[in-house]
C-alpha cells in the first residue's frame, strides 16, 4: 500500500489552550501537555484552533504559547498554529505572527459568519499564503464558517505554491477521492469518527480532539491500515468509536480539556466565555465513559 505524502505527520493534536482559574493563561501547563501528547502517538500539533480557544486567545499569548510548546517538544514535532478570523487583515496578521514566533506551519480557517462568495474565500486564503513563507493547511469546515469550499476553490487554492495539505471537517467522505487526486494536497480527516474513511479516500492522516486521550490507539489504526491489515485497522476504529463518542458529546474544547485534566496532566478545567467548562455531572459521565472506553 502507498502511504501518502505527509507534511505534518499523521496523527496531529488539535491541543486544547490550558489555562488557570483565573482565566489566565498556564503555559507551565501548555508545555506539560505538549509533551505528553507527543509522548502518547501524537506527531505533531496544532496550536490556537478551535478546541485551542483561539477566538478568545490573543496575539501575544498565541505567539508565547508557539514559542512553550516549541521549547517542550524540540524542533522536530511540526507545530502548526491556526489563522482564523473573518477579517483578511487580521487573519494574514495572525500568520506573519505565527511564522515570527517560529510555527512550522499555519492552519487557514475558511471565513466565518460572513459566508463571503468563493472568490473572496479565495482571495481571503491567498492573502494568509502571501503573508508568510511557511507551508498552509486549509481548514474547510461549513457546519462552523457556514460556507464550503467548492471544487473551484480547492483547484485555485492547491496552486499556490505553499499550500499543502487540507484538514476536511465537512463531514463528507465522498468528494475526498477525487479532490484529492485532482490537486496533489495531502488530505487530514477534521473527523475522529471518519478518519479511516478518509484514510480508505487516500488521506494522509487526522487533525483530532480524540488523540488527547487516544493517540497511540490512533496512531495504531493508521499504521495497521498503512500496513495493509485492514482487519486490525477496523477492529481498532471500533474500539474508537465510544471514545469518539463521549469526546463529543457537547463542545469538543470543553471535554477535551475535561479528559486530559481527568488524566492529571493539567491542574484546570478552566474555559474562557462563551464556553464553559463542564459541569460535575458532564464532567463524571466523560469519566465513566473514557473508563469503559478503556483510556482511563
Known amino acids: 500500500m502507498t502511504v501518502p505524502a505527509r507534511p505534518f505527520g499523521t496523527v ?3 491541543m486544547v489552550t490550558p489555562m488557570r482559574e483565573d482565566g489566565e493563561i498556564d503555559f507551565d501547563a501548555a508545555a506539560r501537555l505538549a509533551r505528553h501528547l507527543v509522548d502518547n502517538g501524537n506527531d505533531g500539533l496544532v496550536l490556537s484552533g478551535t478546541t485551542g480557544e483561539a477566538p478568545t486567545t490573543h496575539a501575544p499569548e498565541k505567539a508565547h504559547l508557539i514559542a512553550v510548546v516549541r521549547d517542550a517538544v524540540g524542533p522536530h514535532v511540526p507545530l502548526l498554529t491556526g489563522a482564523g478570523s473573518n477579517d483578511t487583515a487580521h487573519a494574514t496578521r495572525m500568520a506573519e505572527q505565527g511564522q515570527e514566533a517560529g510555527a512550522d506551519g499555519i492552519l487557514a480557517l ?3 459568519y460572513s459566508k463571503p462568495q468563493q472568490r473572496g474565500i479565495v482571495a481571503h486564503l491567498t492573502a494568509i499564503h502571501d503573508a508568510c513563507d511557511l507551508p498552509l493547511m486549509l481548514y474547510d469546515i461549513p457546519g462552523r ?3 464550503a469550499l467548492s471544487d473551484e476553490s480547492f483547484d485555485a487554492l492547491a496552486a499556490l505554491e505553499r499550500v499543502v495539505a487540507t484538514k476536511d471537517a465537512t463531514g463528507t467522505v465522498a468528494h475526498a477521492a477525487e479532490r484529492i487526486g485532482r490537486t496533489g494536497l495531502a488530505w487530514y480527516s477534521g473527523d475522529d469518527a471518519l478518519t479511516l474513511d478518509f484514510l480508505r479516500a487516500g488521506a494522509a492522516g487526522v487533525v483530532s480532539v480524540s488523540s488527547h486521550v487516544a493517540g497511540r490507539q490512533i496512531a ?9 491489515n485492514l482487519a486490525e485497522a477496523e477492529r ?3 474500539a474508537l468509536l465510544p471514545i469518539h463518542d463521549a469526546m ?3 463542545p469538543g474544547a470543553v471535554n477535551a480539556k475535561s479528559a486530559i485534566h481527568l488524566l492529571g496532566v493539567i491542574d484546570s478545567r478552566a474555559m474562557r466565555l462563551p464556553l464553559l467548562p463542564a459541569t460535575d455531572q458532564e464532567y463524571e459521565r466523560l469519566a465513566a465513559a473514557l473508563r469503559a472506553a478503556g483510556v482511563l
Open 220 to 228: 495504531a489504526m493508521v499504521a495497521a491500515f498503512d500496513a495493509g
Open 248 to 250: 463529543f458529546t457537547g
Open 110 to 112: 475558511v471565513p466565518y
Open 236 to 238: 481498532l476504529n471500533a
Open 145 to 147: 464558517t457556514g460556507v
Open 12 to 14: 496531529l493534536c488539535a
